[in-house]
């Protein structure tokens, strides 16, 4: 039986007597704001989506004084046929720290705050806590296995049995990559290095901060052997094999500390899981591996006071990057299989590994400074000619390469080189101008694509690459911009939903996340993927374990009147298409939060 919403239920009995559906009689209208807030300085926009007219708004604070009234801005358009109307709301004008609501459309909002005591980053950083593998110590003497065969291009289904080829290697430690328990390098990375970078760049500086980004720093140490020249890309198998001799990490739903004694038949790669290299010791690497491995490594080198220690970072940076098999790539090695992370551009990577690699030489008077200068502008010359069309995001990390790269050049006083400052400026401000584009579009300014997966970390992107821009020109023409990105991940987005967990009064609360869903403890700070394509929840959500806690308890999907614009957001732990945290999406978050001046 199909269960049918007010709205919906009175839009079928309006079209099954022949009339017109009486929209303003039947659909509520609905505020949405950032629910974390502004800074005072910052351009504020609120949106009412509504049937009706847009007409007046009023401001209160948390005593209820109206402190600001004006008019609804332009209609910005229809979200679905419930809400034929987006009304922008202005509260530019409100400056002063405080808790506020706007009152509009017969409907109040959430709370937000002028001036947020707190940034969610720090809640960011206790999500990576809280993704740390404390439990697999099996992992400490784990063998080596050959890549295995998948019973097709679009599944992690295994074709026969593995094959050990070495081992045993110590790979403790490091961070589950989303609501499993799997571990890939080609993730670890680019985490590691957007923390270093928050480190650096960013306005939140915390020993914690320091502290997670040592921790994926020690773990990418074991990932990449100096001595053989190899470097371990996964741990673990997302399935079985279809002969079902064995199964996999997304097979069953436990608490991860059962697995070191799982002694079930079948759980042999539970129990001891296997690990897989990026290629046979000594050989060329993947350059996108390659490049990310070497820059988490240079950056540390950049932050590390003890120039002794320093120097020992920026020749394992320089190791692993001199591995890059940069002719006849192929496809690119990102997970086994690749389906779970296809990448295809690899040029950007390179040119952050060697931008990285520059600045900590520049900061040691490493002679070698010159030609990984060199190195970088022909990566990035690569980039630009080749591979644009993307925004910051974990396949794409031009935007960080691209400023860095300027202020390497800056501090050389280079020229000549196969990239200028202008060329790099211009492949900026042509990431921003495509989610500007999409922005001028969308009803609730969104520049990432809500109806694709990862629209959250792509929106944070966003945000993070004005603040890049603003970085090496000075220009505040796109901050406005960067500022609705963040707002719509934390709210202002049709669903009024915040996709950081505990961040706001409406954040995701039910996350496809084992840890979280079993002890049923909040895993704050956690983000999300968010609204997905529609297409994707056509066959329904995910599986349904035994050992699952239904959340929400009721099953009911308190978002379906929202879904719109080919888009569609479910709180539901078997949402994996929208409700599954990872480490990427938490860590471009934390890195877009923490450019954000206090």
């Known amino acids: 039986m199909t269960r049918l919403f007010p709205a919906a239920l009175a839009l079928a009995l309006a079209t ?89 459309g017969g409907t109040t909002s959430a709370e937000f705050q002028i001036a947020p005591k707190h940034n969610p980053a720090t809640d960011i950083l206790g999500f990576f806590g809280l993704q740390r593998d404390t439990t697999h110590h099996n992992d400490r003497a784990a063998s080596v296995y050959d890549w295995p065969t998948f019973t097709g291009p679009d599944t992690d289904q295994i074709k026969g049995e593995l094959t050990k080829v070495g081992g045993p290697v110590d790979v403790e430690g490091g961070w589950f990559d989303a609501g499993d328990y799997l571990k890939f390098t080609h993730i670890l990375s680019y985490v590691d290095t957007l923390l270093w970078a928050a480190q650096r760049d960013g306005k939140v500086h915390t020993p914690a901060l320091r502290d997670e980004a ?38 069953i739903w436990r608490l991860p500390q059962a697995d070191d004694v799982d002694t079930a038949e079948g759980h042999q790669f539970i129990r001891n899981r296997p690990v897989f290299r990026a290629a046979a010791p000594g050989h060329p690497v993947s350059p996108n591996l390659a490049g990310r491995t070497a820059a988490a490594f240079a950056l540390a080198a950049q932050l590390e006071p003890d120039r002794r220690k320093a120097a020992h970072l920026l020749d394992q940076a320089a190791s692993v990057y001199a591995m890059a098999k940069t002719e006849d790539v192929g496809q690119l090695v990102t997970s086994l299989p690749h389906a779970f992370y296809p990448e295809s551009v690899w040029r950007d990577d390179m040119e952050l590994g060697a931008t990285q690699m520059t600045l900590a030489a520049q900061r040691l008077r490493d002679p070698r400074a010159a030609k990984w200068l060199a190195d970088a502008a022909r990566w990035a010359r690569g980039y630009l000619d080749e591979d644009q069309g993307d925004t910051l995001n974990l396949y794409d990390v031009s935007a960080l390469a691209h400023t860095d790269l300027v202020t390497a050049m800056r501090a050389a006083r280079a020229s000549g080189l196969a990239v200028s400052e202008a060329d790099l400026i211009a492949g900026l401000k042509a990431q921003l101008d495509i989610g500007t584009a999409r922005a001028a579009k969308d009803p609730f300014r969104a520049g990432a694509q809500h109806d694709e997966f990862d629209s959250v970390p792509h929106a944070f992107g966003l945000a993070a690459t004005t603040h890049l821009y603003r970085k090496v020109t000075g220009d505040r023409s796109y901050d406005a911009f960067g500022t609705q990105q963040r707002n719509w991940s934390l709210g202002a987005n049709p669903w009024g939903v915040s996709f950081v967990a505990g961040a706001g009064a409406n954040s995701i609360a039910c996350p496809h996340h084992q840890i979280a869903n079993i002890t049923g403890k909040p895993a704050k700070g956690a983000v999300v993927n968010g609204p997905n394509s529609a297409d994707l929840f056509e066959d329904g959500l995910g599986g349904h374990f035994d050992e699952m806690p239904p959340c929400p308890p009721n099953g009911v999907d308190v978002y379906h009147e929202f879904t719109g614009h080919g888009s569609r957001f479910v709180d539901d732990v078997r949402s994996w298409q929208a409700s599954e945290p990872a480490d990427d999406f938490a860590a471009i978050a934390l890195y877009a939060l923490t450019l954000t001046s206090s």
């Open 16 to 104: 099954s007597m022949g009339a017109a559906p009486a929209w303003a009689d039947v659909t509520p209208a609905h505020v949405r704001v950032d629910q974390v807030g502004f800074l005072p300085g910052e351009s504020k926009h609120a949106y009412l989506m509504t049937s009706g007219s847009g007409g007046r708004f009023a401001v209160v604070d948390h005593r209820g004084r109206t402190v600001l009234t004006g008019h609804a801005g332009a209609d910005r358009g229809a979200w679905n046929s419930g809400y034929p109307h987006v009304y922008d709301l202005d509260v530019s004008k409100l400056r002063t720290p405080g808790r506020y609501r706007i009152k509009a």
């Open 214 to 251: 040592a921790h994926g720093l020690k773990y990418l140490d074991k990932m990449w052997d100096e001595n053989s020249k190899t470097l371990y890309i996964q741990v673990g198998v997302g399935a079985g094999n279809e002969e079902g001799t064995f199964i996999g990490d997304h097979d």
